[in-house]
């Protein structure tokens, strides 16, 4: 605590020791350097911006290009037939595993 206020006692005998010229100069310098800080900034955000804006430019490009709305095409027609195969393919082995199941009974109610 003693440090701090002998610190602060310091700080404050060298900002009143500063003449009036150094004060308006090191005021004169935060601020443009704020300045310099908010351009930049600011220049920073139009390029982001700028960047998005081409981003999706490329991307409707690309969404609407005639090749890649007929790839989807065929995409989801190959999908939806091989979710038929698979829900028929499903099907079969549950009918076959009854099949097996009731021929398994028949030989048990045989041998029984």
């Given at each position: 605590?003693?440090?701090?206020?002998?610190?602060?006692?310091?700080l404050?005998?060298?900002?009143?020791?500063?003449n009036?010229?150094?004060?308006?100069?090191?005021?004169?310098?935060?601020?443009?350097?704020?300045?310099?800080?908010?351009?930049?900034?600011?220049?920073v955000?139009?390029d982001?911006?700028?960047?998005?804006?081409d981003?999706?430019?490329?991307v409707?490009?690309?969404a609407?290009?005639?090749?890649?709305?007929?790839?989807?095409?065929?995409?989801?027609?190959a999908?939806?037939?091989f979710?038929?195969?698979?829900?028929?393919?499903?099907?079969?082995?549950?009918?076959?595993?009854k099949d097996?199941?009731?021929?398994?009974?028949?030989?048990?109610?045989?041998?029984?």
């Amino acid at each position: 605590m003693r440090t701090a206020v002998v610190l602060g006692l310091g700080l404050a005998l060298a900002v009143a020791a500063c003449n009036k010229a150094d004060q308006q100069k090191t005021q004169a310098d935060t601020k443009a350097a704020a300045q310099d800080v908010k351009e930049n900034a600011r220049k920073v955000g139009e390029d982001v911006k700028s960047s998005v804006k081409d981003a999706s430019v490329d991307v409707n490009k690309v969404a609407n290009d005639p090749d890649v709305k007929k790839a989807q095409s065929e995409l989801k027609g190959a999908l939806k037939d091989f979710g038929a195969s698979v829900k028929k393919a499903a099907k079969d082995t549950k009918n076959e595993a009854k099949d097996a199941g009731d021929k398994a009974k028949d030989a048990a109610d045989k041998a029984g």
